[in-house]
Each structure stands twice: as C-alpha cells, then as structure tokens.
C-alpha cells in the first residue's frame, strides 16, 4: 500500500545523532501513525557525509522496510538533499526535518493534523530560538526572513524552519521546477494556496556542529534574492534615476553659480571628488548586481543536475 506519509531528512555528516533521532521518530510514528490508513515511509538522503552517517542509515534502512536512502555520490547541499529525496517520496502528506534533533519529532503529529485541516503548506516556527542558537547564527536568518518576507509577499516568521509539511501537489510542483538554486520554503509558498504556521520547540543542535557556514549563508541569501525576485534589478533603474537627476540639478547649480560668478574660482574640487567616489560605488554595486544575475542566467542554461544519486537503498516491504 502506499505510504500515506513521507518524512524527508537530509543528512551530512551527523553519525551523532542518527540513532537518537530514529529512535524519537520512530516512537512518534509508532504512536501516531500505526493505523493502517495512514502508513508512513521515512526518507534520508545521503548528502555526501564523510562520517559514518552513510553505513548508519543503511544499516536502519535494512531493518526497518519503510525506510529509503538516497546516497548521493557527493555534497550538493541542504536544499538538493531535500529535493533528492522528495524525488523518491510517494506520500500524501511530505514532512521536511533535520537530522540534528533541532526540530523535535514530536511535533510532526500537529503539521500533518494542519494539513488535514486543509492547508497546503505547513511552516514551524521555532520557539526560543534565541536561547539556542548563536547571534551569528540567528542574525543572518532574521535578515533572510526580511528579505523573504519582502520579496515573495508571504507573510511568514520563520523561512528557515525545515520543520514543514506539504501537500502532495505541492511537491509535485517543486519537482518541476529545474532551477538549480532554490529555497524550499520560498518555492512552496509560490506554488500554495493556503499556507500557515504553527509554533514549534527548537531545541540546541544535539551534536555536532553547524553545516551552515557564513559564505553558505551569504550564498544561500543570494539564492533567494535572485531566485524568487527581480527586486535588486528593478532598484538599480530606480537607484540609476536618481543618479541622473541629483547630477543634472547639480550641473544646472554648478552652470547658475558661474554666471552669477564669473570671475569665482574653481571650489569645492573635494565635494566633487566625493560625489563622485559615491557614483564610482553605486555603479560598482551595479555591475556587481548584474553579474549575479548573469552568473545564475549562465548556471541555469547550462542545465547540469542538480545532485547524482549514486545510489538506492530499501528493503523490499
Ligand atoms: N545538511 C545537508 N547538506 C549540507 C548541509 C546541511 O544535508 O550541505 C543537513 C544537515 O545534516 C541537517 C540539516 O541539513 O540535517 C540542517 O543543517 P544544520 O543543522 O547544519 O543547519 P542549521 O541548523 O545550522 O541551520
Ligand atoms: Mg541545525
């Protein structure tokens, strides 16, 4: 019978917290999700651990039937893994997690219920993060949400929660989508009629540490910014506008100055010399801009996968 629920965890490099985590999620979907109407199957994707997370999960995968991994033949990042496994996934209803027990188990019986109210989208939103996780950490996802919450128009707290669920059709849509550089949570709320958040725990990492450096933040902001919106490029027009105007009105006063003053001389060479680094930045800025864009415009026709799967893993049921 095919499974009614798939929870999907990405996993790199947390042979800590494997057997923890199973043994949590196990039990909550042993006392939830046992009658027969609402069988579930449990997805890990291999991210290219070079731990021993590779050989635990095949281990779970051979003794527990409803268990899948998907092992891919290197590191391609959360958000491909994620992808990687929603690839296998057969269920209704699509639980995203971590595998670091940030995002208690516990909590998924309150999502599912969600979506049997009848949302599309499901969103955590974690509780106390501040007590948790460092102000490094914290700081660069309160601006992301900004920007998320500006760009896609979706008012939600918390994008960076992966403690969500989805609809099938929801899934099903991502799946569609063949950009290489993407964010889930944004990407499903562009496809999902009804969306909603409900509050979730947020514990500390159980072990092991971040895989969320600060240049994988800044790639991952960018990822959003461009993927989702057109915003930076229409700035540059506006900001370009403005350039134009304040350096016409400034000719006009510079031309009325000289007439009034014939015989002045030349002053305020430093003012100049400001405005102009000032416009020597804005223009840098721009080019910078333009060259993400066109980065990504090259990335995305060259159409390279967006991750290999090396490998399989299941028992059969
Ligand atoms: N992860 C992954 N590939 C990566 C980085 C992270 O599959 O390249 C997984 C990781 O194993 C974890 C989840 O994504 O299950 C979230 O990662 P992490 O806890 O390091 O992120 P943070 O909580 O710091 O945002
Ligand atoms: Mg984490």
């Not at 000289?258 to 400001?274: C, S």
């Amino acid at each position: 019978m095919a499974p009614y629920l798939s929870i999907v965890i990405p996993v790199f490099n947390e042979e800590a917290n494997i057997a923890n985590l199973w043994q949590r999620l196990s039990a909550v979907l042993a006392e939830h999700f046992h009658d027969p109407g609402r069988p579930w199957e449990v997805i890990f994707t291999d991210d290219g651990s070079r731990d021993g997370s590779l050989a635990l999960l095949q281990d779970l995968a051979q003794r527990e039937p409803r268990i899948c991994v998907v092992e891919f033949n290197r590191n391609y990042g959360q958000h491909a893994a994620i992808f990687g496994a929603f690839a296998v996934t057969r269920g209704q209803v699509i639980v995203t997690m971590d595998a670091d027990l940030q995002n208690p188990p516990e909590e998924i019986p309150k999502l599912v219920a969600r979506i049997e109210e009848g949302f599309d989208v499901v969103g955590g939103w974690r509780q106390g993060r501040m007590d948790n996780d460092s102000l490094f950490r914290t700081l660069p996802s309160k601006i992301v949400n900004m920007v998320t919450r500006k760009t896609t128009g979706v008012q939600l707290h918390d994008y960076g929660c992966m403690l969500r669920a989805y609809r099938r059709e929801i899934v099903d849509a991502m799946l569609q989508c063949k950009e290489r550089s993407s964010f889930i949570p944004a990407l499903a709320n562009s496809f999902a009629k009804r969306i909603t958040e409900v509050p979730v725990e947020h514990a500390e990492r159980a072990a092991g540490d971040s895989k969320y450096g600060f240049w994988k933040l800044i790639n991952l902001q960018f990822d959003l910014l461009t993927s989702f919106s057109l915003l930076p490029l229409q700035m540059l027009s506006v900001l370009g506008v403005i350039v134009s105007a304040t350096g016409i009105g400034f000719g006009i006063i510079l031309l009325v100055y000289r007439m009034l003053h014939p015989e002045g001389t030349v002053q305020g060479v430093f003012t100049l010399f400001a405005i102009l680094f000032f416009f020597v930045g804005a223009q840098f800025l721009a080019f910078g801009l333009l060259g993400e864009y066109i980065g990504r415009i090259y990335q995305e026709v060259r159409d390279r996968p967006r991750y290999v799967v090396k490998k399989l893993h299941k028992t059969d049921e």
